[in-house]
Nanobody, 119 residues
Framework: DVQLQASGGGLVQPGRSLRVSCAAS????????MNWVRQAPGKEREMVASITSTDYSTYADSVKGRFTVSRDIAKNTIFLQMNSLKPDDTAVYLC?????????????WGQGTLVTVSS
C-alpha cells in the first residue's frame, strides 16, 4: 500500500527555520514528481513546492527564496526546508504525488504535519 508519512512540524517563531519531512513507501519513489501542499485554516489548499524525478524544483511565489524542496532517493524521503518563516506560513503541510493508473490519474496524500508560526 502507498503510504506518505509527514513529520517535523511544530511551533516556531517568526523569522526562524524548520524542516519537515515526508517518508514514502509502497511505490517506486524515484519515478514520481513529489509535491508539498499546505492547508491553512479557512483557506484553499496551496501547492508550495514540487520536485520532479529529475530533481527539477518549482515553488509558489509566496515561498520562493525562503523554502527549498529536496529528496533523498535512498531513504524514499522528501524534505521541505523552510526559512524566514512568517505567520502566514501557518498551515498543515501535506506531501502528495499523482499516479497515472489505468482508471485515470490518482492522487495520494499523507496525513500532514502542522506548522505554527507565532511569537
Amino acid at each position: 500500500d502507498v503510504q506518505l508519512q509527514a513529520s517535523g512540524g511544530g511551533l516556531v517563531q517568526p523569522g526562524r527555520s524548520l524542516r519537515v519531512s515526508c517518508a514514502a513507501s509502497g511505490f517506486t519513489f524515484s519515478l514520481y514528481q513529489m509535491n508539498w501542499v499546505r492547508q491553512a485554516p479557512g483557506k484553499e489548499r496551496e501547492m508550495v513546492a514540487s520536485i520532479t524525478s529529475t530533481d527539477y524544483s518549482t515553488y509558489a511565489d509566496s515561498v520562493k527564496g525562503r523554502f527549498t524542496v529536496s529528496r533523498d532517493i535512498a531513504k524514499n524521503t522528501i524534505f521541505l526546508q523552510m526559512n524566514s518563516l512568517k505567520p502566514d506560513d501557518t498551515a498543515v503541510y501535506l506531501c502528495n504525488f499523482r499516479r497515472a493508473d489505468v482508471s485515470g490519474p490518482q492522487d495520494f496524500w499523507g496525513q500532514g504535519t502542522l506548522v505554527t508560526v507565532s511569537s
